[in-house]
DNA sequence: TATGAATGAGCGTTCATTCAT
DNA sequence: CATGAATGAACGCTCATTCAT
């Protein structure tokens, strides 16, 4: 019962967040949407933020599941028999999938970027974050890469810099506006990788 | 005189707010690092959105003058006889250097970026600030198409909306990770972009 | 405890009001005056209008206890079988009473009347007091033109409301004018109005 | 053309004053409305209250000046072969046109009685705009004693507060609200204190 | 565990007033 | 006379946090 409690809190302040916004939503007002007096907020979490993180990785975990329904893991290796360019075909499509289902997140996810920026405690779960599924488009950009017929010049962890940094480029540009073709510039971002993943070996001259 | 006056809020507004972030940052704050009473900021300007409006705005003016001493204008058109890879190229470099020399206003632009989720006013100031760059990577990406062998599958907004967001997400990446290796990054999609757009002429088959 | 906290604020309300009028009153002020701090009083009530309007009811209760005590009600039914005069002349006496007894409730009332003027909500409050009062003299007035030998032109409810008038005139005057004998002024109303009441029939001519 | 742009500023005031109320009423409002620098309300009057002042009595000229017309005159004597009565009806003819052409003024002048409360200066003008017209009533009041056949107990003074306080109150009603009809309630205080004027001398009896 | 009353610093904003020009 | 920039105290109100129960 007290677990139970304390998610109803969390998943309280998630909704709370989506809906209102890091600096919009107030202890009371996630109490109230959890049912909760005030002071058991702050019981269960010292502070403001530790609540928000709490609710932050609250929220991810359905997108993490859906990723998981689509045989990858975020964290897991990759699998050995796999084909990569498949993987990262199916990646492409789930983000648009993603864009989708998740607006919510995506919203919270930059209002987190942007509260990161000046509050240590935030900006850890961010990078966190980051960084979970940037190693995550890296290994299928590593497996790509080992198929080449003419490698590139830049790192795997270069290309899934770029790479992610194109997609949250992609769903900010969503978030701010709705009218925006997010699946038409995914595509365009796909049909350009793949293209570079499958270069023919080129017989003479200089990239530079 | 009164002008100065007024030049020096919205200087202040701006370090202030890349030095504390838009919620951190108070008027009185403001006001104290201006050297004048929380009064006059309230006299040349209405709002706190009104001044950090015009604060992000004096923030950009650098780098936009810094582009147009590079030759380039973020609203003129291109210029007929140019080439239009060498724009590109250019653009890949200078997008480097501005990571470099405006730091301060990348970080105040995400910050803005995550305002304006839940904030009407700076939200209308976000969509003009995209919309202006994204259409300057347009024009060098319509530009690049018309001289390609094979042309690609996707539009050259789709295409600029990809690329656009891919710098920005590179930028989120090294505003909330200073170890972040941006510029590998940046080299990656230039690889990336330039090969795609110098790719031969394909004999035959389909991109699906 | 809690409700005698309230309590307390409200009473604090009420004599800052009377002491420094409604412009003058901060909530600062108030919650000095109750031995809170500020923002308990905002806890209670949502802004300082409904403090103030809770503030002028309580400011009331005294003097209605005070006209129930002397066996009528403000709001009840006139007695059957009461002489209707006897309860216009006890009127006319409580009146005199009032003012003796509660001058800080017509300060506060006068105020009222002023800040009603451009503020809806103490607006609203202002006509229900008059309303209520003007409606316990028509009902008076009515019963006494019933008696009248000789009935008047006029309805009971346009006495009701130059009697009422005439009553407030008087307080006005002694609110702005400690030396002013509102004793005398009352009594000459009295006079006027009780001989008009009691006028013996008139045998012929007509009024103009 | 000094004095003309203080008469600006007055006059600027007085709309201002009744359009806004005095406690809405800010010094730049006016200035605004006068179309001058804010600095220059204060070349001419030390405070706000100063100027206010000078507004409210500026806003009773045209009153004033509409008794004057009417043949009477506030401050000189009655005049000696009048008929009181005559002029006790017109008095009340007079204070129905009022209510009708002069609303702002009334609007004004509660608001002003409010103010005046909590606020030595403006009693002080308030205290004056009473006694004035309250002595007006008086004089006629004092006429038409002389002429009753049966003396009344109280005092002309007495009856003049009793009378100058229900026209004010019922003013004050019209104030508050609008669908208020005073016209009626004017009859009424007319018709009552005329009969009241003209009644036979009683043959025995007392009053009590 | 859970409540909700209570705190108090801080916020954006207003505005009568001053004063250099 | 006239301007309008500049002041600074005060306002109503918010809110994360604490704590007695």
Excluded at 28 to 54: C, M, N, Q, S
Excluded at 69 to 78: D, E, F, I, N, W
Excluded at 98 to 123: Q, W
Aim: hydrophobic share 45%; charged share 25%.
């Amino acid at each position: 019962m007290p677990d139970q409690t304390k998610e109803r809190i969390v998943d309280a302040a998630y909704r709370t967040l989506v809906k209102r916004g890091y600096h919009e939503t107030g202890m009371k007002d996630i109490a109230a949407e959890a049912g909760v007096a005030p002071g058991l907020a702050h019981y269960y979490f010292e502070t403001k933020e530790d609540l928000l993180v709490a609710a932050i990785e609250h929220g991810c975990q359905p997108l993490m599941r859906a990723w998981e329904a689509a045989g990858v893991s975020l964290s897991g290796p990759m699998p050995e028999d796999a084909d990569p360019m498949m993987f990262a075909r199916m990646g492409f499509e789930l983000a648009k999938e993603e864009l989708k289902s998740y607006g919510g997140l995506f919203l919270l996810t930059f209002d987190m970027f942007g509260v990161g920026l000046h509050n240590p405690k935030i900006a850890s779960a961010v990078r966190i974050f980051i960084e979970e599924r940037r190693a995550f488009v890296a290994r299928i950009t590593q497996a790509v890469i080992v198929g080449m017929a003419e490698p590139p010049l830049a790192s795997a962890g270069a290309f899934a810099a770029a790479i992610w940094g194109s997609l949250h480029g992609i769903y900010l540009q969503k978030v701010m506006d709705p009218e925006f073709d997010a699946e038409a510039a995914i595509d365009a971002l796909s049909e350009m990788t793949i293209a570079f993943a499958t270069r023919p070996r080129r017989t003479s001259g200089t990239e530079g």
